[in-house]
């Protein structure tokens, strides 16, 4: 069955430096999305993706982050300037068009700051 | 945020009968309801959805209900297997021009005891 691929699994950066967490979606879907989980707390949304644009972005995806497909395959998720309070497992989700359809998750990157 | 609430963190169940998971939302707009299970060092995996205009929607061991006049759903799984023991998440989803963040509950980790 076709998965949504993350990587790193792990990534460790000091902070104020730049990280840039990789995704591979499923390969038909078009609406990409990353959701991060703060260790204890809920999974929230950051930010959506279509046809090269931004779609919807939540206030925690402030000009710290930013979102590109450089390419067929992948979606990223560059945090500049990285601080403590950025440590979380991110998601990267994908799904595919038509209505009520269910975005799919990878296994997330966990990202600690130092 | 508690527009989606999971009020009870964890549940056990006999292994062979049925597992019932609660979750409540605040905002009628909210259209698409879906459920995810979470093991450990995964991301979540789509279970099952149901829109906003049914009131079940059942898939193999797996059904889920929704009271629109309650703002409540719940899912069944009957019956439980030694595999379900995960973390279930609700999540809820507010259609808006296309954009499609999902909304996520707290989890309730479910224990199946053989």
């Known amino acids: 069955e076709p998965e949504v691929t993350q990587t790193p699994s792990h990534q460790v950066t000091q902070m104020g430096q730049e990280v840039i967490l990789r995704c591979v979606p499923i390969?038909?879907?078009?609406?990409f999305y990353w959701y991060r989980q703060i260790l204890g707390q809920k999974v929230e949304f950051l930010v959506s993706?279509?046809?090269?644009?931004?779609?919807?972005k939540s206030e925690i995806f402030d000009d710290q982050f930013s979102v590109e497909r450089p390419d067929g395959s992948n979606f990223t998720l560059k945090i500049r300037s990285t601080k403590l309070e950025d440590s979380a497992m991110y998601f990267c989700?994908?799904?595919?068009?038509?209505?009520?359809?269910?975005?799919?998750f990878g296994d997330g990157t966990r990202l600690s700051i130092l | 945020d508690q527009q989606v609430k999971q009020n009870s963190p964890s549940l056990s169940v006999q292994e062979g009968r049925i597992s019932i998971l609660n979750c409540d939302y605040t905002?009628?707009?909210?259209?698409?309801f879906l459920w995810y299970k979470k093991y450990p060092a995964e991301g979540p995996t789509f279970l099952i959805s149901?829109?906003?205009?049914?009131d079940k929607n059942e898939d193999g061991r797996f059904t889920v209900f929704l009271n629109k006049s309650a703002k409540h759903l719940s899912l069944h799984i009957v019956p439980s297997q030694p595999g379900d023991s995960a973390v279930y998440f609700c999540?809820?989803?507010?259609?808006?021009?296309?954009?499609?963040?999902?909304?996520f509950g707290t989890g309730t980790r479910l224990t199946i005891i053989p």
């Open positions: 989700a994908s799904r595919t068009t038509g209505a009520d359809q269910p975005q799919h």
């Open positions: 390969s038909n879907h078009l609406y």
């Open positions: 993706f279509y046809n090269n644009e931004i779609s919807e």
């Open positions: 905002n009628s707009m909210f259209d698409y």
């Open positions: 149901i829109s906003s205009i049914k």
């Open positions: 999540a809820a989803r507010l259609s808006n021009f296309g954009n499609e963040k999902l909304t």
